[in-house]
């Protein structure tokens, strides 16, 4: 259970309410464009759940996975506990085995992890200070050539460094996808 809370939002299409589930009492508000919903996580185990769409565990070649982030207080730290989950393909908090990944925000950013029984792969990113009551628009990306990269508020941030250990590009993985985690 983390103690800060997070508002995400998210457009287009896939998820729909009739497939959405929640943990915890997250709420509807305001997204950060005109015409766009945010969810409010209270940061006491809140998480959104697209039930029936296993297939994002399978991500590879090119691809972009973006959103909005809005923190009322910033992830207090770097370390195992201290992260928020934005989205994601896991069990939150990840016990089991299997392949699973997700994008978190840290005090210093933000981190691409992915793991599984073939290892992990933990892409950082450089760092930056999240401000209280703002809202950022991320997008992160991967290109043919498996580069990772991520942009914030339209600004790209190369990567500052891939740690791995026998992770590449990830199988299947039968969990659903998820928004928030707190």
Not at 6 to 30: E, H, I, Q, Y
Not at 134 to 155: E, P, Q, V
């Amino acid at each position: 259970c983390h103690d800060s809370s997070v508002t995400t939002a998210a457009s287009g299409t896939g998820a729909t309410t009739s497939n959405l589930s929640t943990t915890g009492d997250p709420t509807a508000t305001t997204g950060p464009v005109s015409n766009m919903s945010a969810v409010d996580f209270d940061g006491n185990d809140n998480l959104v759940i697209a039930n029936g769409n296993t297939d994002l565990g399978a991500i590879n070649g090119a691809f972009t996975i973006e959103g909005w982030v809005n923190f009322d207080a910033a992830p207090p730290g770097t370390g195992s506990g201290n992260e928020r989950q934005i989205v994601g393909q896991s069990s939150w908090p990840e016990s089991s085995s299997g392949d699973w990944w997700n994008i978190y925000a840290v005090s210093t950013g933000i981190y691409w992890y992915a793991a599984g029984d073939g290892g992990y792969l933990l892409t950082q990113f450089p760092t930056f200070t999240w401000e209280t009551g703002k809202w950022y628009h991320f997008a992160l990306t991967r290109d043919a050539s498996d580069a990772m990269g991520l942009f914030i508020n339209g600004t790209y941030l190369a990567p500052t460094s891939n740690a791995t250990n026998g992770k590449g590009i990830l199988a299947a993985n039968g969990r659903a996808f998820s928004i928030g985690a707190d």
